[in-house]
């Protein structure tokens, strides 16, 4: 089975602090995708990688950044975490192809910053 | 540009009750379409995809949806609702023949089902 980890099932935070989410996925997957999740809004993409030290800014970048040096681990990296930050974190894999194109996701981190 | 609209943000169904959760679909090429599920703190499950194969596709859990172009939809079906289906439901696209891999979700509706 596939599978997607995230470092934490929840995280609190104070603002300013800078936060690192952790993303590790075991099927040599070339794509990783970030997320973030609230209510009302769906799943709204943040960055992407296709492959080691690239990436993609997604829909919505702004006060966030990536690191991905090794294939399996995608990195979500708030610099000065605001409250406005807070929410549900998604990391996804998926295969490069046009028939592989499911993503698999992770439990998700649900972050609050205070 | 692609996008993807869920018709209700809530649906409420009696237990054995059929369930219709709608997804309409803007795209310039030939579309993947997906439903995911995602249950009460949990990541998404895929429930099933359409790749351009049949235009019924059926999933997991006794779900089934089926691609109509003429309508541009994609509308999610159970016979039959049960109490563990209850959970946010998820329709996403992504450009058929696209290696990128990127998927367009909509936002979600939340199935409440009633003894």
């Known amino acids: 089975d596939v599978k997607v980890t995230q470092s934490s099932r929840y995280l609190v935070k104070r603002t300013g602090e800078k936060v690192f989410l952790e993303c590790v996925q075991d099927m040599d997957h070339e794509n990783m995708f970030w997320y973030r999740q609230d209510p009302g809004l769906g799943l709204r993409l943040i960055y992407f990688?296709?492959?080691?030290?690239?990436?993609e800014k997604g829909d919505i970048p702004e006060g966030y950044s990536v690191s991905r040096e090794k294939k399996e681990r995608f990195s979500l990296i708030l610099e000065s975490a605001s409250t406005n930050q807070t929410s549900m974190y998604l990391c996804?894999?998926?295969?490069?192809?046009?028939?592989?194109?499911?993503?698999?996701f992770g439990p998700g981190t649900r972050l609050t910053v205070l | 540009a692609q996008s993807v609209t869920q018709l209700g943000s809530h649906v409420s169904v009696s237990e054995g009750a059929l369930v219709l959760l709608r997804c309409n679909y803007s795209s310039s090429v030939p579309p993947y379409l997906f439903w995911y599920v995602q249950y009460p703190n949990q990541g998404l499950q895929l429930l099933l995809k359409y790749t351009s194969a049949a235009t019924l596709v059926k999933g997991i859990n006794g779900f089934e949806a089926e691609f109509k172009k003429s309508e541009t939809s994609f509308h999610l079906t159970k016979p039959s609702a049960h109490m563990s289906d209850a959970a946010e439901y998820f329709c996403a696209v992504t450009p058929a023949g696209g290696s990128q891999g990127n998927l367009i979700f909509g936002k979600g509706t939340k199935l409440s089902v009633k003894p």
């Open positions: 996804a894999s998926s295969l490069v192809g046009p028939l592989s194109i499911e993503q698999f």
């Open positions: 990688s296709y492959d080691v030290k690239m990436k």
